[in-house]
């Protein structure tokens, strides 16, 4: 059985932005939640700085939804290669 790319693309995107973006919305109200997550994603993500307002929670959102994406798409690749 081979998955969909573009479904599988769609799915990861939503669901990598969506919780970025949940666990940064709920840092900006409860400072500590999720906040070694963040930082992790601020190494990882220029540009985007874990704590630093709702604005960058919304920079790394559309980062999570491209690197999301990217990763979703070669994942799916890759199993549909070994699926075959």
């Given amino acids: 059985m081979k998955l969909s790319i573009k479904a599988f693309v769609l799915t990861s995107a939503l669901f990598w932005a969506g919780s970025l973006l949940l666990i940064g919305v ?3 109200f409860c400072p500590p939640y999720g906040l070694g997550f963040l930082q ?12 630093a307002g709702l604005i ?4 790394g959102t559309l980062y999570a939804v491209v690197d999301g994406a990217a990763c979703g ?3 799916a690749w890759i ?5 075959a």
């Fill in 40 to 51: 992790i994603m601020d190494g990882l993500y220029p540009g985007y700085r874990a704590g």
């Fill in 79 to 83: 199993y549909n290669r070994f699926a």
């Fill in 26 to 28: 709920i840092n900006r």
């Fill in 73 to 75: 798409a070669l994942f």
């Fill in 56 to 59: 960058n929670v919304g920079v």
